[in-house]
């Protein structure tokens, strides 16, 4: 059974999940989405997953032009893993009805838990509970495999009723501002122009003006300009300066520039 696992990383959460998912997979391919440079998106697959972080709890502007951008196939078996700090919210059932308008079904939705990388609201938890939460998520990434395997119908995973209302209308009125969410980014003077951040960036949103980063409003929100820099020189408004930095330990800077690198 061949398949291909399509995958966004911003901070190398998602990208560590597709990988751990490979291995339990026979035949799997590995294909970094920010990647793609084709209009059409073309596989012979004969199941296609896909594994994203959840964005402002929902599906990322990227995945959906993705999906638009996938050829169809009702034949293939389409499953998807959202990757999120433990509010999958209705992400998967919005992925679900997406799936639904190109006459394709979302045969199989999971929600993996995983480490924030979202600064603004915290830094880095405590190694120990990252671990934590790796163990957990590889556990969760067996019984994935098994599911995919048997190529088991089941209803996409959710979060309780109450925060699948409530912050799916916060995803409703965020997502139409989010490209433009980059306003929020600057450098300090501890930036030495590497140009990390420029080539790392999953949408090419960020170009290099007088020796600094200079954002285009294409944001995606992924927080992989900040979390890598190699000298914490970028930050989002006036409170990240002194939080702690948040990648995951098994993925490298190469990996993630490979990750964006476009064909």
């Not at 061949?2 to 799997?28: H, M, Q, R, V």
């Not at 389409?78 to 079904?105: E, M, S």
């Not at 294409?218 to 970028?234: D, M, S, T, V």
């Amino acid at each position: 059974m061949n398949t291909d696992i399509y995958f966004f990383t911003g901070t190398g959460n998602s990208f560590w999940i597709a990988k751990k998912l490979s291995e339990k997979l026979e035949n799997a391919n590995l294909i970094s989405i920010a990647s793609l440079d084709q209009e059409s998106i073309h596989t012979s697959s004969e199941v296609v997953g896909l594994v994203f972080p959840v964005h402002i709890w929902g599906v990322p502007k990227l995945i959906i032009d993705f999906v638009n951008r996938l050829d169809t196939n009702s034949a293939r078996y389409y499953f998807a893993l959202a990757v999120n700090a433990g509010q999958v919210a209705a992400t998967l059932i919005q992925l679900k009805k997406l799936f639904l308008t190109k006459g394709l079904n979302l045969d199989s939705g999971f929600s993996i838990d995983m480490p924030s990388n979202y600064i603004p609201w915290g830094g880095a938890i405590a190694e120990g509970k990252q671990q934590i939460k790796f163990n957990t998520a590889l556990e969760k990434v067996n019984h994935v495999a098994k599911c995919v395997k048997a190529r088991k119908i089941m209803p996409p995973e959710k979060g309780p009723f109450w925060q699948n209302i409530l912050f799916s209308f916060f995803y409703r009125k965020s997502f139409p501002h989010i490209e433009k969410m980059d306003k929020s980014f600057w450098a300090d003077d501890n930036c030495t122009s590497c140009r990390i951040c420029e080539k790392i960036c999953p949408v090419q949103n960020i170009v290099m003006k007088d020796g600094k980063p200079a954002w285009q409003n294409r944001c995606e929100q992924c927080f992989a300009c900040l979390q890598w820099c190699p000298e914490e020189a970028i930050q989002h408004s006036k409170n990240t300066k002194k939080k702690k930095r948040y990648h995951h330990p098994d993925i490298s800077i190469n990996d993630m520039l490979n990750c964006a690198s476009h064909k």
